[in-house]
């Protein structure tokens, strides 16, 4: 008897790992094989690698965004599971709003680096072309460092915007969710 086994990626990351139960029960009495990556990564691993992958939607949406032919299918689509729900925002001081920021082709921003397709074709599309700094993380905090004048990142709970003294500006990616990835063959 042949036991053939489906891989399946899934994220390790905290904010998503606690989730993955949905993707499991989508596995229900089918042998799969769990491979815990980093969810930035499962779109390119089951792009060239074939399985599947459970990740958020925004990491798809950003690999989608890349430059790659992709050939991937989102088999299913699951809206967060919770009221509060992640947003991809762009910060800046607290002391000044939006309206009195003055947003011009030289300011510095940090964004994360897993963003970076979505953060560029927001400039974009914004026609502002800032001087942009992609980092590994840690990024809210540079703003207060001095480093930027302003950060995008993800505004979940709030709790190190506020601790930082940020407010949001504007909301680049709010379509939270994760996806259930397929390569179509």
């Known amino acids: 008897m042949l036991i053939v086994f489906t891989d399946v990626y899934v994220p390790e990351n905290g904010g998503l790992e606690r989730f993955n139960y949905l993707a499991l029960r989508e596995f229900a009495g089918r042998q799969v094989q769990l491979q815990r990556v980093r969810g930035e990564i499962i779109p390119r691993l089951v792009d060239e690698c074939g399985g599947y992958g459970w990740t958020g939607n925004d990491l798809f949406v950003d690999y989608a965004l890349s430059q790659n032919r992709t050939s991937l299918r989102v088999v299913k689509l699951i809206p967060w599971p919770e009221q509060q729900k992640p947003r991809l925002c762009l910060l800046g001081p607290e002391e000044k709003s939006s309206r009195q920021f003055y947003f011009y082709n030289g300011n510095r921003v940090v964004a994360p680096d897993k963003y970076q397709n979505i953060i560029e074709r927001y400039f974009e599309q914004s026609q502002w072309y800032p001087y942009v700094q ?14 930027a004048d302003l950060a995008i ?11 930082e003294r940020l407010s949001i500006y504007n909301t680049i990616f709010d379509q939270s969710g994760f996806v259930l990835l397929t390569k179509d063959i």
């Open 134 to 147: 992609f980092l590994d993380g840690q990024v809210d905090r540079q703003v207060r460092l001095g480093k």
């Open 153 to 163: 990142d993800i505004v979940y709970s709030g709790r190190t915007m506020r601790e």
